[in-house]
C-alpha cells in the first residue's frame, strides 16, 4: 500500500503545496495546531529516521534549509518557531514517511 505522503507526492491526494522541487516537497498540515503549520517532506520515501542512511544526510539537511526559507516566507523568522520531527510509537509518528513540523506563528511552550 502506496503511503499517504507518497500518494500526495504523486498529486494522487490534494494537499496545498508551499514548496517543491525535485527533491523535496512542503505542504500545510491538514490539522495545524499553529497559524503556520507546515509538513517538509522527502520525495523519496524514507519511513523514518530510525531508517536515514549515510548518503541520506544531505537531503535530510536540505529539509532545514527548505523549513528555514519557508519561516521566513510566511513570516515567522523573527518571532520564532519550532522544527519538530517524531520518530516511532514513543515520539508520536503516525506517518510513515519522514516529515518535519515547521509550527510557528504563536508562542510554543510544550515540548511534548
Ligand atoms: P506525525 O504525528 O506523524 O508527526 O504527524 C503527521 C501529521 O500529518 C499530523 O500532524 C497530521 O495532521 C498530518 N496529516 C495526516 N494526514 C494528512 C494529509 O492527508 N494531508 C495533510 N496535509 N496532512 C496530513
Ligand atoms: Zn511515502
Redo the contacts with the bound molecule.
Keep these: 500500500m502506496v503511503c ?1 505522503f507518497c500518494k ?1 507526492i504523486n498529486k494522487e ?1 490534494p ?2 503545496v508551499v514548496f517543491e522541487d525535485e527533491t523535496v516537497l512542503a ?5 495545524p495546531i499553529a497559524p503556520v503549520h507546515i ?1 517538509v517532506i522527502p520525495k523519496r520515501h524514507i519511513s523514518s529516521v530510525v531508517d536515514i542512511k549515510i548518503e541520506d544526510t544531505d537531503l535530510m539537511g536540505k529539509l532545514i534549509f527548505v523549513a528555514k526559507k519557508l519561516a521566513c516566507d510566511f513570516g515567522v523568522s523573527q518571532t520564532g518557531y519550532k522544527i519538530l520531527i ?1 520518530v516511532g510509537k514513543d515520539g ?4 510513515q514517511h519522514i ?1 518535519l ?1 515547521l509550527i510557528g506563528g504563536k508562542k510554543l511552550t510544550s515540548l511534548s
Excluded: T
Design positions: 499517504i500526495i491526494s494537499s496545498d505542504f500545510k498540515n491538514i490539522n509538513l517524531r508520536g509518528q503516525e506517518i516529515h513540523h
